[in-house]
């Protein structure tokens, strides 16, 4: 009876794992399949790096790589910029309206982003915005706005408020309590929020579409949705670009596996 | 300096903390909200730059066009069976997770992986596997004959099937950190009181787990009910419209028809229906909350 529960768990953790990974991992094989063995039964004959090096080569893929890069990097300064000294305000001082700007956060997170989409094209058209990379920051910035919100003040009441006090009690001002005294102590929490602005920015597809005209300036999810349109269906080269896109992530995610799974809990654990 | 006046300051300067967050906030999310409502009550083609008030036409336009009714009755199908398949997959899955035993650590982070790959991309993969000339799924799949991607009423099918697989995981770690929170002690005098296995499950943890589930479906049905990635990777909303969900069909006449007009329109009925479903919500956690 014992090893046959315990015989289950392991079906169960091998069901699981297939389900997890399956996907991807046959993705990888693919990428690294001759392009003539695809859809053949059983194993290929043997593997390549040729759809790789195919991906590699195009210039607008590359771009993209490199766009996606800086407007999710821009994006994670700006949201914490704003977020961080909101966020300290909300835990600490005496904030007016400080419900309503909470539960409008947690609006704002609810938000269908295609609701938004036709005023702020023609807002980015008017600035001459339309079509750049800095067209594409501020949405991003406002709608990861409201997860850097709640993740930072949570984070800001879990330091301990003798801290704080005490530097106002030696002379600080707010503003240097926060400065000198909190942010210092405050990498785990920041770190936490970067990662999940930046995942957040590096995944977005709908305002990236929309906005962004120039093949040049594509970020990466949409170079990846039109691989195909382009060119005439190279299943081994969107393979191989689709990989190259996931891996930086899928390193961050297991480096950070323990701080990821806290920030996307947090707010289960309290409600 | 006196309390009141100390008290004043202090406000002053936690205003001028969370200025530019409420400044961000106010003038990208609910400026152009307002905004939508507004090019609602026009009829604006953005080709031709034409732009003129109509009142509430476009909303009469959307009441007759049975495209849209379509695309909400699908958008809530989708969202209704997709969050009920990863609710009851992710239960025995946090359940799984939650036990001790060798590679848990590694479990976990391999729980993350489908979270951390971008919805287009799964969308790509999963293209792939359901392929009708390559993909392995149709050469696993009973029905073998069928292509996917390409069936009305299989290919939305499909899409579920990606939005599963993604987002499991995430709804998976949720109910997780909710059986963290459990504490060991209940199970533990229940034993000594003689309860068995299923007792434990449906008398201690599904009840205390409430406030994690309703959490995981309130976050996934607003999530689900403005899916948009991954649909418009695998059918653009095809064939026959077939897949076209309230996001797909609004992008649709916005971008691909340049109608800002109608495209906003069905924006705002887009926005009303996800902030009502999430009122609601609401609504039911907190009366959960206070019972």
New interface residues.
Partial sequence: MRNLTRLG?VL??AA??T???G??L??GL?SLTPEAE??G?GWPSHLTWRAWAGALAREDFLWSLFNSLVVAAATTCLCL???A??A???AR????GRGL?LG??L??S??????????????LQQMGLLDTRAGLV??Y???A??LT?WLLTSFFRQIPSELYRAARVDGC???QA?RWVLLPVSGPGLATTALLVF?FA??E??FA??FIHSPGRRT???A??LFAAEHAEP?AE??AA?VI??LP??V???LF?RR??AG??A???K? | MSLARRLRTERAQAILFVAPAVMVLVAVALVPILAALWLSFHRSILLFGERAFVGLDNYALLLRDTRFHAALLRTLYFAAVAVTIELLLALPIALLLHRAMPGRGFLRAAVLIPWAIPTVVSARIWGWLFNPDYGLLPRLLPASDVNWLGTPGYALHAAIVVDVWKTTPFVALLLLAGLQGIPEDLYRAARVDGAGRWTLLTRITLPLLMPAILLALLFRTLDALRVFDAIWVLTEGGPANTTETLSVYAYKTLLRAGNFGYGSAQSVVTFLVVMAVGVIYLRVLGAGREG
């Fill in positions: 768990r169960a953790v699981l794992l389900f997890l990974l996907p991807f046959w993705q693919t695809l859809g039964r910029l704003c977020g000294p909101a300290f305000a909300l001082l005496p904030v007016p700007l409008g956060a609006a704002v609810m938000f269908p982003p295609i609701a938004v989409v036709s005023p702020l094209y023609l807002v501020l949405p910035a406002t709608f706005l409201p919100l001002t707010p503003f926060f995942v590096w995944n597809f709908l579409l929309s990466v999810p949409v990846i949705s299943w969107i393979a689709s896109a996931t992530l899928l961050l995610t297991v596996q990821i799974v996307l809990t707010g289960a654990v409600a």
